[in-house]
């Protein structure tokens, strides 16, 4: 583990709270035992919004509490089997278990030198793979805690999810939970992806998402009735967003988060008119077009595939 003084160099410079910041370092021991089993070679991809922190947004983006990744084989046993590397494990002097384990999810319970690790954190693996080829990533630099993991280990590159699928990703799960943390995420990501183009891909992707949420992956969700009310909500209807201050996050003006994403995101509201195979299917969710859906994310994963973002 690294020195208490590296810690509170590293937590001076995020001026974040014991807990958060001791979670932020102990990420990093669990990601590193994943990359030292060889999970990350054919099986995980890093997705969420703790990959956004360290491998695109870097300082500049929130804590977040949770490790999410995906399948990247056909095989739903290896959600049991990634969970149980996670099961009882250690690196260094750095204790990893679960608790409350519940078919892809479960509860982290990490000890340190520095003490345990009190902030409540998930770790989830989804059984569905990605749709876009991932993006082997290198690690944004934080200085004091690359200086301070350095005697035991590098921080790596590692499989990330495609950004314009994460964002698609990121627009369906704010459709279904109003999660501040996903509004922040959004909006970070449109200005990393400033190319033209991108940004009615990724709306046309999160259609496409959103029916898969609510027909193939049973996801508490609704269909997308009216793209225009994604981030047409009112400040109110929007969760967490008192956390977004404890996970020092750069703007908290929810009412900010939200214009600027109906901006960046404009091309979702005008969805029927631009794609209105993808808006008809999106709007219905329902299992009968299951077949075209199927063609009509084929069509668009082959055409973006191409260029990896």
Same mark, same amino acid.
């Given at each position: 583990?690294? *020195?208490?003084? +590296?810690?509170? $160099?590293?937590? &001076?410079?995020?001026?974040?709270?014991?807990?958060?910041?001791?979670?932020? =370092?102990? &990420?990093? +021991?669990?990601?590193?035992?994943?990359?030292r089993e060889g999970l990350f070679d054919s099986t995980l991809v890093f997705k969420g919004g703790t990959a956004l922190r360290k491998f695109v947004f870097g300082a500049e983006g929130r804590f977040s509490v949770d490790l999410d990744f995906g399948l990247l084989s056909d095989d739903s046993a290896d959600v049991d089997l990634a969970l149980e590397y996670l099961t009882d494990a250690a690196l260094h002097d750095v204790r990893i278990a679960l608790r409350e384990r519940d078919r892809s999810n479960a509860t982290l319970d990490i000890d340190t030198s520095l003490g345990h690790v009190d902030r409540p954190a998930r770790v989830s693996v989804r059984?569905?793979?990605?749709?876009?080829?991932?993006?082997?990533?290198?690690?944004?630099?934080?200085?004091? %805690?690359?200086?301070?993991? #350095?005697?035991?280990?590098?921080?790596?590159?590692?499989?990330?999810?495609?950004? $314009?699928?994460? #964002?698609? !990703?990121?627009?369906?799960?704010?459709?279904?939970?109003?999660?501040?943390?996903?509004? +922040?995420?959004?909006?970070?990501?449109?200005?990393?992806? &400033? *190319?033209?183009?991108? =940004? #009615?891909?990724?709306?046309?992707?999160?259609?496409?998402?959103?029916?898969?949420?609510?027909?193939?992956?049973?996801?508490?969700?609704?269909?997308?009735?009216?793209?225009?009310?994604?981030?047409?909500?009112?400040?109110?209807? =929007?969760?967490?967003?008192?956390?977004?201050?404890?996970?020092?996050?750069? !703007?908290?003006?929810? /009412?900010?988060?939200?214009?600027?994403?109906?901006?960046? +995101?404009?091309? %979702?509201?005008?969805?029927? !008119?631009?794609?209105? &195979?993808?808006?008809?299917?999106? #709007?219905?969710?329902?299992?009968?077009?299951?077949? /075209?859906?199927?063609?009509?994310?084929? *069509? %668009?994963?082959? $055409?973006?595939?191409?260029?990896?973002?």
């Open positions: 583990m690294i *020195t208490l003084g +590296y810690f509170r $160099r590293h937590q &001076q410079t995020l001026r974040g709270a014991d807990d958060v910041v001791l979670l932020d =370092v102990a &990420q990093e +021991y669990v990601l590193e035992h994943l990359r059984p569905q793979r990605p749709w876009l080829p991932t993006v082997l990533r290198p690690p944004k630099p934080f200085e004091h %805690l690359d200086k301070g993991l #350095a005697p035991e280990f590098t921080r790596a590159s590692l499989p990330v999810l495609d950004l $314009r699928e994460m #964002a698609a !990703e990121k627009i369906a799960a704010f459709w279904r939970r109003r999660h501040a943390r996903d509004l +922040y995420d959004l909006e970070h990501l449109a200005r990393v992806m &400033q *190319t033209a183009g991108v =940004v #009615a891909d990724i709306c046309d992707l999160a259609a496409v998402k959103i029916y898969a949420d609510v027909v193939e992956e049973d996801i508490e969700s609704r269909p997308l009735t009216n793209p225009a009310a994604v981030f047409g909500c009112a400040p109110a209807d =929007v969760r967490g967003a008192e956390d977004l201050g404890t996970f020092r996050a750069s !703007e908290t003006d929810v /009412q900010q988060l939200l214009a600027s994403c109906r901006q960046r +995101y404009a091309p %979702l509201t005008a969805l029927a !008119e631009r794609s209105p &195979q993808i808006a008809g299917v999106a #709007a219905r969710c329902s299992r009968g077009d299951l077949r /075209q859906v199927m063609h009509v994310r084929q *069509t %668009l994963v082959d $055409r973006l595939s191409g260029v990896s973002l």
